[in-house]
């Protein structure tokens, strides 16, 4: 018995001496498994990223054949896509451009319909060449721009289950920030390809600061008349 005991005494001696080997050459990590929500600097960034995706949407105007008018259906279906887009006054709005070669002016007359049709609800049309064209029909396409934040922050508040010893941000640190621009911009386009700006705005701007300098607008033109 006693020898029994003291062999069963080395084998538990070893076995702890192996573990104590392998956790001093070994990240606690590497014994137990990472923690994948620790916090890090790569994961506290203030900095939240902001996509911006493009989405079209396309309605298919028909003809009848050898007629150029808009029959009253597609009229209805051009203003179903209108309002299934939600598209405002003055937005942008595409129309395929058709060949004009070999129809004796027929697809240049239903180009025409469709834009004036959508110039009259106030859009403004451009004109959009693609590569192949269906007969009788034309394409009208409709380009809007969705800003998104980051993944992350559609967690909310949270906090890393590790161990906060770092003293970083919280991983949804500056989420708030990036949701408001997303939100608080009229056209997420700006955000990846910002419209050139127009001179004349500023030459508008600055006319009245001119005139304030020459002293123009310090005294008030005399009455007519004169006297009392």
């Not at 003055?90 to 319909?113: C, H, M």
């Not at 049309?125 to 380009?143: G, I, M, Q």
């Amino acid at each position: 018995m006693k020898q029994t005991y003291l062999k069963k005494t080395a084998t538990l001696a070893g076995l702890m001496g192996f573990l104590l080997m392998a956790a001093g050459c070994t990240s606690p990590e590497g014994l137990f498994g990472a923690i994948d929500e620790t916090a890090s600097p790569e994961k506290a960034k203030l900095e939240k990223k902001i996509s911006v995706s493009e989405l079209t949407s396309t309605v298919i105007v028909e003809f009848e054949s050898g007629r150029s008018g808009l029959a009253d259906m597609e009229k209805g279906k051009l203003l179903g896509f209108i309002e299934a887009q939600r598209l405002n006054f003055g937005e942008a709005v595409e129309v395929e451009l058709p060949t004009f070669e070999g129809s004796n002016g027929l697809n240049e007359q239903r180009f025409v319909q469709v834009a004036e049709f959508l110039q009259d609800r106030g859009f403004n049309v451009a004109p959009r060449v693609t590569r192949e064209n269906a007969p009788d029909s034309l394409r009208v396409y409709f380009v809007q721009y969705v800003a998104t934040v980051d993944p992350n922050c559609r967690k909310g508040w949270y906090k890393p289950e590790g161990i906060g010893y770092e003293n970083l941000p919280l991983p949804y640190m500056g989420c708030a920030n990036a949701d408001a621009l997303a939100g608080m911009v009229a056209n997420p386009k700006d955000l990846v390809a910002p419209a050139n700006s127009d001179a004349m705005i500023g030459e508008r701007a600055a006319r009245p600061v001119e005139v304030y300098r020459r002293g123009a607008g310090s005294s008030a033109a005399p009455a007519a008349g004169g006297g009392q």
